[in-house]
C-alpha cells in the first residue's frame, strides 16, 4: 500500500506519529458522528507537568500544544487508517494551565494550529478555535487540546 498525500508530507517535516495514546479514564479515544470525528482531549507527549507563566515560558507552551498536536494526529491515524480521510480540520478547544496573572494562552495554542496548517495547508488546516486558561488540568499537563475533524467514514 502506497503511502498518502498527508503522510508523505509528514515526512517531509520530520514529523514520526507515535503510537494513539489511550484515554486517562473511562472515556473514548475518538467517537465519529454523521463525518465528524471528535478527538478527546490530548496532552503533549512525556506528560511534562506545570503551569504556564509560572513552571513554563510561552514558547515552551507552544512546544507542548505542537506535541498535543501531534497525539491527535495519532489518533486519527489509528482511527481513520490513512490522515488523507481528513477533510477539514473543524475546530480546536486549548486548555491551557497558567497562572492567573498569564495572558498568552491564545499563543501557546498556535503551537497546535500551526501544526494542522502545515500538515493540511490553508484549505483543510484552518479551523475555529477557543483557548481557555485553566487553574489546574489532569496530572497538572500544562495544556490539553480537544478537536473536531470532518472525516471520509
Not at 500544544?65 to 486549548?94: C, F, H, N, P
Not at 478555535?129 to 495544556?143: E, H, I, T
Request: proline fraction near 5%; aromatic fraction near 8%; glycine fraction near 10%.
Amino acid at each position: 500500500m502506497s503511502e498518502g498525500v498527508i503522510e508523505n508530507r509528514l515526512k517531509q517535516l520530520g514529523i514520526v506519529l507515535p503510537e494513539a495514546s489511550e484515554p486517562a479514564a473511562k472515556y473514548a479515544n475518538f467517537v465519529i458522528v454523521n463525518g465528524l470525528l471528535f478527538v478527546s482531549g490530548k496532552g503533549p507527549a512525556g506528560k511534562p507537568k506545570g503551569k504556564l507563566g509560572k513552571d513554563f515560558t510561552t514558547e515552551e507552551g507552544y512546544q507542548f500544544a505542537r506535541q498535543a498536536g501531534i497525539e491527535v494526529l495519532a489518533v486519527l491515524q489509528s482511527a481513520l487508517g490513512t490522515l488523507d480521510k481528513v477533510r477539514r480540520v473543524v475546530k480546536v478547544q486549548g486548555f491551557v494551565n497558567a497562572n492567573p496573572a498569564f495572558e498568552e494562552p491564545h499563543k501557546v495554542l498556535n503551537g497546535f494550529s500551526d501544526l494542522m496548517l502545515e500538515v493540511f495547508g490553508d484549505d483543510k488546516g484552518f479551523h475555529a478555535r477557543s483557548v481557555l486558561g485553566a487553574s489546574s488540568l489532569r496530572d497538572n499537563l500544562p495544556v490539553v487540546v480537544d478537536s473536531i475533524f470532518q472525516v471520509e467514514e
